[in-house]
């Protein structure tokens, strides 16, 4: 069954596959953020994703970004967040140029925005977490919206 992107349901699923693959982020050490994804299209979703220790334990859409405390947040056009989840689908893992490092400095095709300097290291400090976090879609169906 195909999961919407954007959705709630899409990052509430990618929270579950991350509980019933512990063994594999346990590996990569805590991550104790407040991590925002902003996706940009016809009409814009901003989601707050909350990492405790090995899990992510809060998956909730904002109306804005004052609603959450955020460390930080992800923002890119769909189109950008499409092709790198088809990279990710296409290889079980994101070619170079579509890992969130690359997207975030190599062009800045994906904006880091953040309020606080600690939030804007947290994004680094829990690189790879985050980048297994959103990986885990490789195993998923995407409905574009």
Known sequence: MAIKFPSIDFFQELARMME?????????????TVMGVKVDGDSS??????????????????????????????????????????SIKQHGHPEPAYTLNSLSHVGDRMKVVYDDPEGHDKFYRFMATLQAFVDQSAALEIEWA
């Open 45 to 86: 979703h901003l989601y707050a994703l909350t990492f405790d220790v090995f899990d992510c334990t809060d998956v909730r859409e904002l109306g804005n970004a004052n609603d959450a405390e955020l460390d930080f947040i992800l923002e890119a056009p769909l189109s950008l967040w499409r092709e790198m989840f088809e």
């Open 20 to 32: 019933e693959n512990a063994a594999e982020f346990e590996k990569l050490g805590f991550c104790d």
